[in-house]
């Protein structure tokens, strides 16, 4: 599959390629994992060269120079601003001090667009996302604020990120009642070492019709390939910041290795495949560095994971969902002992919890 076969962002009409390009590492924030302008350059380049349209930024990357970085190579390509989807977030408090100056209320949002506009020299934004749950401010006044600057043409589509399951149901059924702008997409933490996200935003998600997002599709390149046991990672700005992987993490890393050896591909092709095998529409935004990780990254798009494959991986990183996951998937079997057959389950013998049975 290639970077230029587009799908639909979840039930609406923006068309965005099977892989998001993040840029929270373009550009060097006081100690942090990033790159130099000109990387972050070369690594946007090579995405849009090879298709990909749909960048994902944040007020908060590198202090705002992650979104004025993308601002000044678009300004500087006249034409080309429209041809892409510029995603960014709103949330982050980048006013110390001034307890308005972030959060989710509405004139803490107007500011922070408007600020995130100018960083990033345009008029609009494809996609606004809530980065994070502001529990101080109600739900409606960040959505009737959303909807407004949708209207009034700043922003064209919203999403949440890491936002509580049951908030984010409240939110998008209020705003489908009221006919506001509703979701179309949640930014979430998942990969093969994170996946508990399937116990409720994912099923969600799919009922919803709304496209999933992921984010840190490597664990913060723990799934790279590049992670040894007791071992420092090599090469890594990421690792002084969220240190390696853990014990638990690494039968997970073992046989994503395992399968990348069967296929003659990379650690970080498998664990990006995978999340594109997932059911639904999944759109993972890929991380880099340097222009060779993603280009590495992007090598998942000709990757074909086999049922067997899928399996293994599926067993291995199978997670602990919090109650009442486990308690719903054996109701069909409790459902037996009426003599019952529900949904054409007619197996008296209840497996376990695999993957098979976190049900979308
Ligand atoms: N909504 C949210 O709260 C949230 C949170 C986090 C991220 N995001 C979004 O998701 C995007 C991706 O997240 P992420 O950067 O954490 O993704 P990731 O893929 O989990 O981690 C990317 C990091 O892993 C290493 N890496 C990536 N590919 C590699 C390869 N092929 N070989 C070796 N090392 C490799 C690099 O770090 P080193 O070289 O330094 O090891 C790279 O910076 C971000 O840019 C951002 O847009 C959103």
Request: aromatic share 8%.
């Amino acid at each position: 599959m290639p970077l230029d076969h587009y799908v639909t962002l979840g039930r609406s009409g923006l068309r965005v390629s099977p892989f998001a390009l993040g840029a929270m590492t373009f550009g060097e924030d006081p100690g942090g994992a990033g790159c130099d302008v000109a990387e972050s350059e070369r690594i946007l380049a090579t995405y849009l060269d090879r298709g990909g349209n749909f960048v994902d930024t944040a007020n908060l990357y590198t202090n705002g120079h992650s979104e004025k970085i993308l601002g000044d190579w678009f300004a500087a390509r006249p034409g080309r601003r429209d041809r892409v989807v510029l995603a960014s977030k709103f949330f982050a408090n980048l006013h110390p001090g001034d307890p308005n100056g972030g959060g989710a209320g509405r004139s803490s949002i107007v500011a922070q667009l408007h600020a995130t506009l100018r960083r990033m020299r345009t008029d609009y934004l494809d996609l606004y996302w809530l980065h994070n749950w502001d529990r101080h401010t109600p739900i409606e006044e960040t959505l009737r604020t959303l909807d407004d600057l949708v209207r009034a043409g700043k922003i064209r589509y919203i999403g949440f990120s890491n936002t509580p399951a049951w908030i984010t149901a409240q939110a998008q059924t209020t705003a489908l009642l009221r006919g506001w702008t509703p979701l179309v997409a949640l930014q979430v933490e998942y990969s093969l070492l994170a996946r508990t996200v399937e116990g409720e935003l994912a099923p969600f998600a799919r009922d919803q019709g709304l496209a999933l997002v992921p984010w840190s599709p490597l664990r913060n390149g723990f799934l790279s390939g590049k992670y040894r046991r007791g071992a420092a990672a090599a090469e890594s700005a990421r690792a002084a910041f969220v240190g390696g992987p853990g014990e638990d993490d690494f039968p997970v890393i073992d046989a994503v290795a395992a399968v990348a050896a069967d296929l003659g591909t990379t650690s970080a092709a498998v664990a990006l495949a995978w999340l594109l095998a997932r059911a639904g529409t999944v759109v993972p935004i890929v991380g880099a560095r340097r222009v060779e990780q993603l280009t590495g990254n992007l090598a998942a798009l000709d990757v074909v994971l086999t049922p067997e494959h899928l399996r293994t991986l599926g067993e291995v990183s199978a997670p602990a969902l919090n109650y009442p996951a486990a308690l719903n998937g054996s109701l069909r079997a409790m459902l037996q002992f009426a003599g019952a057959t529900v949904d054409g389950e007619t197996s008296t013998v209840y497996p376990p919890l695999v993957e098979s049975d976190v049900r979308y």
